[in-house]
């Protein structure tokens, strides 16, 4: 576990460096060129793009931009960063991440960051991410402790991390899903 990985590399003098960012793929910067400049693009280009996505019941959203691509990974990216952290398999010491939002959230609905809205009952959901790094490094800290700043940090987490937890919903056509992984 990262635990592991990061003792070893305190030897080395190393630095557990995690990249969770999203890169467009070949495909959907083709696909989104053809729709976006082609004005006789197959209707199967788009369901073509999102098919490749290999998201469940996602079939005609080919996500447009990068912006779309990271919000849409960070969906299913606070659900590994939450069961690390509640499981106690920890973190690394630094995260490569997309979709940086305010109060130190990683954006999950379907609004993105420069406002550009989608039809969406989640368009600003977030991710408590900073607070839950934050709180990993007190946890490694302060162990067991509730006493003093340790519980006072502890609590102060505790209540951040409330505001922005993991919330999953089933929205198909953005490909977020409830039950999916």
């Known amino acids: 576990g990262s635990a592991a990985t990061k003792a ?9 460096l995690r990249s969770m960012a999203t890169s467009s793929p070949g495909w959907q910067v083709e696909a989104m060129a053809d729709i976006t400049f082609n004005p006789f693009h197959s209707d199967d280009v788009a369901a073509n793009c ?7 019941n996602m079939t005609v959203w080919c996500p447009p931009t990068l912006e779309d691509i990271g919000q849409l990974a960070n969906y299913y990216k606070q659900i590994t960063l939450e069961e690390a ?13 997309d979709g940086l939002d305010w109060d130190g959230t990683i954006r999950t609905g379907t609004q993105l960051l420069n406002g550009r809205e989608r039809p969406s009952a989640h368009p600003t959901d977030s991710y408590a991410y900073a607070d ?4 990993w490094n007190v946890k490694v800290a302060c162990g067991d402790s509730i006493d003093g700043t340790c519980g006072e940090l502890k609590d102060e987490l505790d209540a951040r991390r409330a505001k922005h937890p ?16």
């Open 85 to 97: 952290y509640t499981n106690g398999w920890g973190l690394p010491n630094a995260i490569y991440i």
């Open 166 to 181: 993991v919330l999953r919903w089933d929205d198909a056509y953005y490909g977020r899903q409830a039950s999916w992984p």
């Open 132 to 135: 839950t790094m934050i709180a």
């Open 8 to 16: 070893a590399d305190k030897q080395e003098r190393k630095l557990f």
């Open 50 to 56: 999102a098919k490749q996505f290999n998201i469940p």
